[in-house]
């Protein structure tokens, strides 16, 4: 399978996407340079992975720094960070160094703002071993840690040189966290493809069944979707805001419920939910597109309903969303399958009616 | 005085050089986004002029948050950053507000990284108000804060949207950081410029007593000599080490004194001289150029000696520097006054006998 291109002219970056490629030396090999590869991951992914990876790297003469943290959405800290850059100090990492980021979100996160910000910036390489984070994090260059008062309020665009996709790894992912990963595939559907969203309709099983070639095309058609809006607006100046549809309400109830608590995805699957329903009573969205989002959703495995938290709190919560402009704060709606549209115009009393009816 | 260019294609940005320019509302204007306007400063900097930034920053209608932390290079730290975002969260600033960093490096670094590190990145106006700063700091859009095991470890760059660099401001800069200053204006003469060298050997006593024209000569000459540089290599993948020059050697000086006991200039100026001596040890510079490199940071007032520490310290802490490739340290030497050159190729025995020439 030929690699997919994110294009972002002297950034431009490939992805491999296939079954087993974390094994290929050959893929690692135009990314190595002089200094000292370390491979960044987490407890529950290193015992899996990282002695395969440090193989295939040693087989191209690399000299491996294995950096091994706890895992889970509170390991995207500042302290978990400065853990990271010990590491990397006391091995003597020089900016020759290359970073490999093995392992979900979280490690794509945080090891893409390590690398962007170890002496000012190193090279990094993703391999990412959800799905999520094959679908996600793999394409946008978006590195962040959290802060106590919001989620990935600290990071930087930093690209990596290239991402590894294996699906195989998906093999040894949890149930819940496989479709928290779907949430993230049926998002780039509703915002960008009324066509892939119909071939979810159809395939949401095999997905599910973790069916491989289902599974290589989702994350396929998600990379490429997103790669185009990325491409077109590499620092989230505009268009790119789309792909965080299902976000705002998202990111509120993951802080909501506290970090850790509900995945990401899970939390997205809600969040998109909200949004659908806030279409639709925005007058943006018929009423039977909006169910149809809840159904796919519901489909997946996924939560449809939000943490039982007081209406007020939700509010304050988006209130603090990074996407909030001047004060206010803009939605991203759809108008129609397929095609997101952001605004920021939406009466409140609206927002409160699209919470009140996806709260448990 | 026309402002100063530095040439970054799309993120060329302007120095403004001249005195009083920090009340000229004008300045700030081109600037001014629709979000908030927060002001950094430290508690030595802040009762000067803060309030003065702030009506200038008033007048042309930007709402104000005023943001001051403790001074000193102590403040490089996480710890410090990490209250900047809370005070910058509290006070809800989105992607669309400004950072004005108003202060001297120490403010410039932190205030740099917090710009290009809060939600991904804002934009930031740098108002140096040290000579440091002026010349050094505000070009090349560099930003850092320090790590336990090295100076500068963690950082991005980010560059300004414009430098304000107001001389009058530096009636008010004590004796020993002038002259701390004076030490990379000197620099920039010694890696690029014999005939700026000349000019300082004839004008150091001006700038000692704080000739305006002559301050302001020195700081336009300097931001130019570092602009032409920064612009040919951003991202100092080659060329822009030269302007390390003493610093190899200055930051284990920091480092081994103890952050905060040297002033940076202080112990860049006494690693000019040992990499003066390292020059002439190592064939690549007449002895008489390197007793005039000697000079020139004696009659600046500056220090020619460093701390008394032992002589396999300042190596261990010299191996960790930043510009160590491969696990090989890279020095920066002149090949004549005026000319740097970088090289990996040193014999660690000359590196021993500079120090130990140049220790107290």
Redesign the interface.
């Known amino acids: 399978m030929q690699p997919l291109r994110v294009a972002l002219g002297e950034r431009t970056y490939p992805i491999h996407i296939g079954a087993g490629l974390l094994d290929d030396a050959q893929i690692y090999a135009p990314h190595l340079r ?2 000292m590869v370390a491979v960044l991951s987490d407890r529950k992914v290193a015992p899996l992975y990282l002695a395969r990876v440090r193989k295939a790297l040693e087989k191209i003469g690399a000299r491996v720094l294995e950096v091994v943290i706890e895992d889970g959405e509170r390991a995207k800290s ?1 302290a978990t960070l ?1 853990r990271v ?2 590491a990397l ?2 091995a ?1 990492c ?3 160094s290359l970073l490999v980021a093995l392992g979900g979100g979280v490690i794509g996160d945080l090891g893409g703002f390590a690398a ?6 190193i090279p990094f390489l993703q391999v990412p071993t959800t799905l999520l984070a094959q679908v996600d994090s793999s394409v946008g260059g ?3 840690i959290n ?4 989620k ?6 930093h690209q990596p040189l290239a991402v590894i996709a294996d699906v195989a790894t998906l093999d040894s992912l949890p149930e819940r966290e496989l479709r928290a990963g779907i949430a993230e595939v049926i998002k780039h559907g509703f915002i960008l493809d009324p066509v892939f969203v119909e071939w979810l309709e159809t395939n949401i099983e095999k997905l599910l069944a973790r069916d491989r070639g289902a599974l290589a095309h989702a994350v396929w058609r998600s990379c490429e979707l997103k790669a185009r809006v990325v491409a077109e607006d590499e ?2 100046a505009g268009l790119r805001a789309i792909l965080n549809f299902g976000h705002t309400f998202g990111h509120a109830i993951e802080a909501g419920a506290g970090y850790g608590e509900w995945l990401h995805g899970e939390a997205i699957a809600v969040g998109m939910v909200m949004a659908a329903e806030l279409s639709a009573r925005a007058g943006t969205l018929r009423r039977e597109e909006a169910e149809r989002v809840t159904r796919l959703v519901a489909r997946a495995g996924l939560p449809v309903r939000g943490p039982k938290l007081p209406l007020e709190r939700y509010l304050e919560l988006i ?2 969303d ?1 996407k ?4 206010k704060v803009r939605f991203i709606l759809l108008e129609g399958m397929g095609r997101a549209v952001l605004r920021g115009d939406i009466d409140a009393q609206l927002v409160r009616e699209s919470i009140a009816a996806a709260v448990q």
Chains 1, 2 share one sequence.
């Open positions: 002089a200094g500042w400065d850059f010990d100090l006391v003597r020089g900016r020759d962007a910000t170890y002496q000012r910036g978006k590195t962040a802060h106590a008062r919001g990935n309020m600290i990071g930087a665009f620092r989230e209130q603090v990074k909030a402009a001047a004060g």
